[in-house]
């Protein structure tokens, strides 16, 4: 059975950073599109960061240039380095696997990220 676990979430002041980890299992993660999502209260869960099979990288408007998605294929482990968080980056932070040809597409359970003064 996949399982996708995150850590690393907790809270931090304005301006501060947190690095997400998702770790995998019984799944051949080399293979998978890896991405981190975020759902704020009341609002729809939206894509924050993706990184390919071959490390291409692709971010929300929001985040670019202050958070950085990063893989271990060795390790099966998705990283988000979160740099400058602000109040607004606030949500439960979801790792996502997918595999579109397959139809497959797993989440984890969330962690949840609090950037408040």
């Known amino acids: 059975q996949v399982q996708l676990v995150e850590s690393g979430g907790g809270s931090v002041q304005p301006g501060g950073s947190l690095k997400l980890s998702c770790a995998a299992s019984?799944?051949?993660?080399?293979?998978?599109?890896m991405a981190w999502y975020r759902q704020a209260p009341g609002k729809e869960r939206e894509l924050v960061a993706s990184?390919?099979?071959?490390?291409?990288?692709n971010y929300a408007d929001s985040v670019k240039g202050r958070f950085t998605i990063s893989r271990d294929n060795a390790e099966k482990t998705l990283y988000l380095q979160m740099n400058s968080l602000r109040p607004e980056d606030t949500a439960v932070y979801y790792c996502?696997?997918?595999?579109?040809?397959?139809?497959?597409?797993?989440w984890g359970q969330g962690t949840q990220v609090t950037v408040s003064s």
């Open positions: 019984e799944i051949t993660f080399v293979t998978y599109t």
């Open positions: 996502n696997a997918a595999w579109p040809a397959l139809g497959n597409n797993y």
């Open positions: 990184i390919t099979r071959g490390g291409n990288t």
